[in-house]
């Protein structure tokens, strides 16, 4: 009989409310249901247990504030720089809209992370551009630095393993859709189309956040206006409108405006606006956290009128290759070791899948994701009208963490 786990992480981010605790649980016992009775691959309980490590460097010789400032900055960058990575992965073979969370993806590889021993757990380390941290934090530590920055942002987690059965795809695929259905509250009806017939651990991660503007878009300004795909393609999106004092610049370098509305809770969304339609590529290919904060440092206040357009995406990702073409390969084939997750012999990944969904308005977002530039605060025009293709991030304030990056290249497809 061939079984297998699957794996959900659900995340919900809300940065209005006071900080929730993450309580990860076990795989519930589900007497109704047969298919899940049939199981026997036996999952450590200390793996579960280790995921709810509250102070992690508590009595491993650190010092525990230089540590702590270490760990949190210093994390926080790397997991930034694998994010960008992982985006132009994706921006390189997709020319339409673009949602991915990298803090979600990474939290979820630090599961196989302390899963893995050997070269497929190095191999994860360095996709995930941490082994700098690793040489300073014991490798074991790792994933609780992913429960402490999470902790940091307010996240209320449900952290899922269910052991199944792969031997009837048909009945695997549709317990996996009903359960991430439930899960979703039916904002992902299946996600699912089909599964591989070798399927032994199939890895799901479904992200929603809700977010709501400092400083909301009055609704009865929003009127219907044009926005230019490109050069011979244009589209009528609801354009939102306000005159707000915002923190903005203007990079020289690459051509394009920056400007940051900030979010309640300590959160901010920067949205890039290249000068000429089709030039978010190159800005793209030098996307950084340096190139970030540069942007961040050289940001001043003034007030301007911004027209900036409603839109809603959603996009699903296998990210199997996207992370193999970071490095990540062992853990997709059968010398996979992952022999702190299972006592199964011969357990690879088969399917590591991501679904973001995020919409702005006037209220705000609810969302289920070059260094040296010659940069100026004073070329900003006094009205931004985001008209064209563009870029945003979603940034928490206090860590620099991101939680969010994509492109709107159509405001109206999904």
Known sequence: MKTGIYILLLSEICFEFIQAEIKPKFPKEEKESNFLERNNVSISKEWYHHKNISKPFENQGFGDQGLEDFTLHNFTEKTANFGFNLYRKIAMTHDNNVIISPLSVSALMSVYMM????ETHRQIVKGLNLHAVKDRVDH???PALFKQLIGNITMNEEFLLVQVDFENLTQAKLFINQNIKKMTKGKIPRLFEELDHHSKLVLVDYVFFKGKWVYPFNSKFTEIETFHINKYRSVQVPMMFKSDKINSTFDEN???TVIKIPYKGNVHML???PEKEGDYISIEDHL?????ESWLGNMKTRKVDISFPKFKLEQKYKMKKLLQGLGIKKLFTRSADLSHLTDHEYVAVSQVVQNAVIEVDEEGTEAAAASGSEITAFTVPP????NRPFLFMIFEETFKTLLFIGRVVDPTEM
């Open 271 to 273: 949205i890039v606006i």
């Open 383 to 386: 009205v931004i009208k985001v």
């Open 254 to 256: 690459l051509r394009c």
């Open 115 to 118: 899963a893995a021993k050997g």
């Open 288 to 292: 950084t956290t340096e190139l970030v």
């Open 140 to 142: 074991q530590h790792l």
